[in-house]
């Protein structure tokens, strides 16, 4: 894949991007004030890890995030593509019953890439199922988000948990750190149960977990209602069009943190959200590959309609 120059001696270019023109704008905007890096420094991240990120985002309808101030400004959220728009921006329409039908976008290619990171959005938020059938999700996911009085160290216990309880089920499982504060660990699926299925697996499998470690984890959604120092075991985040960063993606904090594959003995050993950035991501992703290959290569290897059907 041929590299991109994005310039950082300008402001606004065309850059032409595998036969593409893109516009960038604003490429000397400051997004992290603390750090000093600008919008063309995230753009620059993102067509360095383009090559491991793509095939995770593929045909996969797109939630923009956008950040028109940078990383610690006002954001906004946007489902339906603007217009005008460049015609090779593929569009994945969902139909949201009295809202209509609407016309996300996807990110195909490193021009649709750019050109969506451009738009002022700091992390990637993809659906949970592929374009050709929106509610058959082809991953079950877990978010681990530690409540209050929960250290960053519980998230890890959880972790285990976790996998543990995966592994006896022979669900082959991923995770990744969010780069906000916890984890998110996948499990790839046979597209077949629906997504109201696959979410009342996940709910079984929390609170299950949570029956087990009454003082590690919660599965109440509730936040009132959550008990302190608890590790939450998100499955709600399986519910319809909910979204999650996908692997990759660059958070809105202010050590422009990233959502990063880790190894299960990352785990044991006691990674930290801290340890991944913007800065150093790209030389791990040259160095190590794409940790979250077996979520693409090993689809189909689970049925979850067993424990659904």
């Given amino acids: 894949m041929k590299s991109l120059n994005i310039p950082d001696d300008q402001d606004n270019v065309i850059l032409d991007v595998d036969g593409k023109d893109v516009r960038l704008t604003n ?44 990383a610690s400004g006002a954001f906004f959220f946007m489902k339906r593509a603007p217009s005008p728009r460049p015609p090779w921006i593929e569009i994945c329409p969902i139909d949201h019953g009295s809202k209509g039908v609407i016309d996300f976008p996807m990110i195909q290619d490193r021009a649709a890439l750019l050109w969506v990171i451009n738009l002022g959005c700091v992390d990637l938020n993809q659906w949970y ?20 009085g929960a250290g960053f160290d519980r998230v890890l216990e959880t972790a285990r948990a976790v996998h543990e309880a ?27 149960p629906e997504q109201k299925q696959v979410w009342t697996f996940a709910k079984a499998l929390a609170q299950e977990l949570a029956r ?27 519910r319809w069009g909910s979204t999650l960063a996908s692997v990759y993606s660059v958070r809105p904090r202010p050590e422009a943190t990233v959502s990063t594959p880790i190894t299960w003995k990352d785990v044991d050993k006691g990674v930290r959200i801290e340890d991944f950035t913007m800065k150093n ?26 424990f659904v059907g």
């Fill in 281 to 306: 991501v790209p030389a791990r992703v040259a160095t190590l590959g794409d940790l979250w290959q077996p979520l693409l290569t090993a689809r189909g290897c689970f049925d979850l309609g067993q």
């Fill in 27 to 70: 490429l000397r905007k400051i997004f992290w004030t603390e750090l000093g890096l600008t919008k063309g420094d995230l753009l620059r991240y993102y067509a360095a890890v383009a090559g491991v990120l793509l095939p995770h985002v593929h045909n996969r309808a797109m939630v923009m995030k956008r950040y028109p101030h940078g």
């Fill in 212 to 238: 087990r470690h009454p003082t590690l984890i919660t599965a109440e959604y509730r936040v009132a209602k959550r008990p302190r120092g608890r590790v939450l075991v998100d499955y709600n985040q399986n």
């Fill in 166 to 192: 995966l592994d006896v089920l022979k669900m082959p499982s991923v995770v990744k750190t969010t780069g906000s504060k916890g984890l998110h660990v996948y499990v790839p699926i046979v597209r077949g």
């Fill in 129 to 148: 199922a592929t374009c050709d059938d929106v509610d058959r999700p082809d991953y079950v996911h877990f978010d681990l988000d530690p409540g209050v």
